[in-house]
Structure formats: structure tokens, C-alpha cells
Nanobody
Framework: QVQLVESGGGLVQAGGSARLSCAASGRTFSDYAMAWFRQAPGKEREFVAT????????RFADSVKGRFTISRDNAKNTVILQMNSLKPEDTAVYYCAADTYKYSISKGATDYEYWGQGTQVTVSS
């Protein structure tokens, strides 16, 4: 069993930055790939970014490529989503997710077995 807790959301002005953290517990952190998804009101949950268990491989949604970065600290059991040049369309609840296949960089939500409770990010124009 893996527990995930996100933090760092809030209200940000367009063009600004925000940093989301996800703290994991329950298993060896490097054993699983991590990802961020988001869900805006009235929309389906969508993939944002993922990172493999070693941290060597990452993958991003086209909508955030060049603006967001994902990183992990396996010693601290933490994954970070750094979001720059934020736009109003980035407004959503952001979810951290874990895939027990550590080499995975899947964009599919169904591949991730564990989820956090989500943290709201609101970007004002």
C-alpha cells in the first residue's frame, strides 16, 4: 500500500509559478514511477507529467511541455512538479499518482494504482 499526499497548490497569477510536492509513504519510493494528473471542472482527468522510478526518464503533456518540470528525490520520498508561465487554463485539481511498474512513463490514468487526494491550483488572469 502506498499513501500519497500533495501540497503546494493555491492561487497564482497568470505568468507566475507554483511548485507542487507529493510525499509518499508505504513502500520503497524508487520502486514505482510517479505522475501528475489534473482535472478541471467539467472535464476529464488528464495527464500532465510522469517520471520513472530512477528519475532518468520523464514525459510531459504537450500542453505543459517547456513550462513544467517534474523531478523526484528518492531519499526524501518526494516528487515535485514545478510549474512556470502558468496560464488560466492550467487551473485544476492536481493529483499525484504512483505506478508500481517503476520503468513506466505511461500517460494513462488506469496504469496508476495509487492516488493522492489532490490539491487545487487556480491561475487568475
Amino acid at each position: 500500500q502506498v499513501q500519497l499526499v500533495e501540497s503546494g497548490g493555491g492561487l497564482v497569477q497568470a505568468g507566475g509559478s507554483a511548485r507542487l510536492s507529493c510525499a509518499a509513504s508505504g513502500r520503497t519510493f524508487s520502486d514505482y514511477a510517479m505522475a501528475w494528473f489534473r482535472q478541471a471542472p467539467g472535464k476529464e482527468r488528464e495527464f500532465v507529467a510522469t517520471i520513472s522510478g530512477t528519475g532518468r526518464t520523464t514525459r510531459f503533456a504537450d500542453s505543459v511541455k517547456g513550462r513544467f518540470t517534474i523531478s523526484r528525490d528518492n531519499a526524501k520520498n518526494t516528487v515535485i512538479l514545478q510549474m512556470n508561465s502558468l496560464k488560466p487554463e492550467d487551473t485544476a485539481v492536481y493529483y499525484c499518482a504512483a505506478d508500481t511498474y517503476k520503468y513506466s512513463i505511461s500517460k494513462g490514468a488506469t496504469d496508476y494504482e495509487y492516488w493522492g487526494q489532490g490539491t487545487q491550483v487556480t491561475v487568475s488572469s
